[in-house]
């Protein structure tokens, strides 16, 4: 693989124009348009808490039928990358090595906000994704960081260790590159759908493993420096899945079933008007433009990849015709078309 030559499409839009919002919106983000920082979150926290409907955390593994499955029909693990799992599943004791079981992981940790099974947030699929239960246990509450991993699954997937990112030395969890954009955006959702359960959360299990690691106490901006910094980067360097079908297609499911929508998936780089460069440009919800973000083609000419994943998380041998996700050793995600 070292001298492969193919070019790598790697498309972020930079200027985005709707009639009406993005992904069939309509007019859903329109209490949110002209507004700009905090400002924005807290609209937007308006906007995704109306008609938010609570569920039941039993129901949780039907609803993963909707929502988290391969094109092959098996589960969709973000954990693991050796696992194919059967979707009729409902748990088990025991998971004794990576590959023998799956479970429901609060990818934010529920001790995070005390653990009641009836709340809200303890059931919200935005943040509850079906991962390998060994590894799962592996992460425990965590931080998610940058690791070189004194504990990883089989492939080097995900990894536990000390922390290498800049602000913090204890231990972390790492999931793969492919998907740090993913979990980047789903704690986006949680600090903004939750932000005023933030100071209460923090002032109640800031002694809990993860929590003063990642939030900072306050309704903005939610999230401590380091694990904000991080993050964005992880947005940025691997932004909205599409045309990879995981992300959209998720969001607009998860819409169906509890009736709220993760506007950091509807408008990739979203973040930036938050918390980045562009806190200090209005938001606008149909004619949303993100000018400024830097063209993400890439030429991998002289980049060896390490590992080739399918658009649904497969790990493969070799580039596949069709769309390809590439990881190279430089930690570069690259979307790769073979045609």
Not at 171 to 194: C, H, L, S
Not at 202 to 208: G, I
Not at 238 to 265: C, H, L, M, S, W
């Amino acid at each position: 693989m070292k001298n492969f030559v193919i070019s790598a499409i790697l498309m972020l839009v930079c200027s985005t124009s709707f009639a009406q919002g993005p992904n069939d919106s309509g007019t859903y983000y329109q209490a949110a348009d002209g507004k700009k920082g905090a400002e924005l979150k807290t609209a937007l926290c308006g906007i995704i808490t109306e008609n938010h409907k609570s569920l039941s955390y039993d129901d949780l593994w039907g609803y993963f039928e909707i929502t988290d499955l391969r094109t092959d029909g098996k589960i969709w693990d973000v954990y693991s990358d050796i696992t194919n799992y059967d979707v009729v599943y409902k748990g088990q004791s025991s998971y004794p090595n990576e590959g023998s079981g799956y479970n429901k992981e609060h990818s934010f940790p529920n001790s995070w906000f005390g653990g009641v099974k009836n709340s809200i947030m303890y059931s919200d699929l935005f943040h509850l994704y079906p991962t390998d239960a060994y590894i799962n246990n592996m992460r425990s509450n965590y931080a998610f960081g940058e690791t070189q991993g004194s504990k990883k699954s089989q492939t080097g997937f995900s990894k536990l260790g000390s922390c290498t990112y800049p602000g913090y030395t204890g231990t972390v969890f790492e999931p793969n590159d492919i998907y740090k954009g993913d979990f980047a955006r789903t704690y986006f959702y949680m600090v903004t759908r939750y932000e005023n359960e933030i100071p209460e959360w923090y002032n109640n299990y800031k002694s809990k493993e993860g929590v003063s690691q990642t939030l900072d106490g306050n309704k903005y901006p939610g999230l401590s420096t380091w694990q904000l910094n991080m993050l964005m980067e992880w947005s940025k360097n691997d932004p909205v899945d599409n045309p990879v079908v995981k992300e959209t297609p998720r969001n607009k499911a998860v819409y169906g079933i509890q009736k709220n929508r993760n506007p950091f998936i509807d408008y990739p780089g979203l973040e930036r008007f938050i918390w980045g460069d562009l806190k200090d440009m209005a938001f606008s919800y149909d004619h949303y433009t993100t000018t400024g973000i830097e063209d993400l083609i890439e030429d991998v000419k002289n980049d060896e990849p390490e590992a080739i994943y399918s658009p649904d998380g497969r790990r493969l041998q070799r580039l596949q015709r069709g769309l390809n996700i590439v990881r190279t050793k430089s930690r570069r995600t690259i979307k790769v078309l073979v045609k």
